[in-house]
């Protein structure tokens, strides 16, 4: 899923406060106006996210869920702040511990029926072996809510982990509303048609021109 990558030092670094004194999270609303450059897409790119190689637009059916939950959409991620420095092996590993969703890891965008991509969520990812070996006994949480676990169940057809070691992730909806939830993985106000749409006139384009 990730493309070879050249990329520098692992760049985080986890607040640390004073004994006796809980690192203070950013509101949602501090979160969301760190975000909201990036809702031109050309920004992100600027500063260092990349595009989900295999370009999948992510629903629920694909992972084994009801379909009425909806769709996350296309992941574009920062490698470093992920710990990323190679493709997979089979899977894709790293050694990130980043969860400061000021600067979130992953931004997650929506299709649109004319080509461009509309930011609707941001998300952090940290591997389980990581977090551990960083001293943690318990997943990260974000305003009191735990990441979730993801790793691929062998005796489902699907593959839970998206061909990523076993990690904790956590999404935010801050650019369009979720009924599911504001840290829910999928949305059904988002929707992949728009991309479906486009990839199946393409392969009819495509069997037109034989």
Request: hydrophobic residues 40%; contains cysteine; glycine residues 8%.
């Amino acid at each position: 899923m990730i493309p070879k990558l050249s990329t520098g030092a692992l760049a985080l670094a986890l607040t640390v406060s004073p004994p006796g004194h809980a690192a203070k999270e950013p509101d949602l609303a501090t979160v969301r106006a760190s975000a909201a450059r990036f809702q031109d897409v050309r920004q992100a790119l600027a500063e260092g996210y990349v595009r989900d190689p295999e370009n999948m637009c992510i629903t629920s059916a694909m992972m084994g869920q009801p379909a009425k939950a909806g769709a996350m959409g296309i992941h574009f991620f920062r490698p470093d702040l992920l710990g990323i420095k190679s493709p997979p092996n089979p899977r894709v590993n790293g050694n990130g511990t980043h969860t400061d969703f000021t600067k979130p890891g992953i931004l997650i965008y929506e299709p649109q029926a004319d080509g461009s991509l509309q930011l609707v969520a941001v998300e952090n990812l940290v591997f389980r072996w990581a977090w551990r070996d960083a001293g943690h006994t318990a997943p990260p949480t974000f305003h009191g809510v735990s990441y979730e676990l993801m790793e691929d169940n062998p005796a489902t057809k699907v593959d839970e982990a998206h061909m990523f070691e076993p990690h904790y992730d956590l999404h935010v909806w801050l650019f369009r509303d979720n009924p599911n939830g504001k840290f829910e993985p999928f949305n059904p106000n988002v929707s992949c048609a728009a991309m479906e749409r486009s990839a199946q006139a393409a392969h009819d384009h495509g069997h037109s021109k034989r």
